[in-house]
């Protein structure tokens, strides 16, 4: 009886330790290869970039299947393409749609006047 009433206490403390325990969700790291749910072009005005943070503001069109027209900062998938554009410049891009509200920009490129 006695170890049966030792079972019973470990169980419970176990069970109690497991549901207080705090919840951590794993962060993807820097070399987590990232999968790609769907993707379209698009064509925008570039009102921001950052290379420090290496985004770029565009306000685009409607990217079928991707995204409704909107004006919003998205990284891009290479950096040194923000070398490229300047505030005010027209470009074509390609929007990648990573899941859970992330996105990518791709492909980004000025217009030519």
Known sequence: MTTWKSLC??????????????????QPSADTALVVMKQGDGKGLVRAVDTT????TIEHNTVPGVMDAMTMQYPVADPASL???????????????????????????AIKK
């Not at 206490?9 to 794993?26: G, V």
């Not at 070398?83 to 490129?109: C, E, M, P």
């Open 83 to 109: 070398r490229t554009i300047a505030v005010g410049d027209s470009v074509h891009f390609t929007l990648q749609d990573l899941g859970q509200g992330n996105y990518r920009v791709t492909n980004i490129t």
């Open 53 to 56: 943070g290496k985004t770029v």
């Open 9 to 26: 206490c470990l169980f419970f403390a176990s069970t109690l330790l497991l549901a207080c325990s705090k919840n951590e969700t794993a």
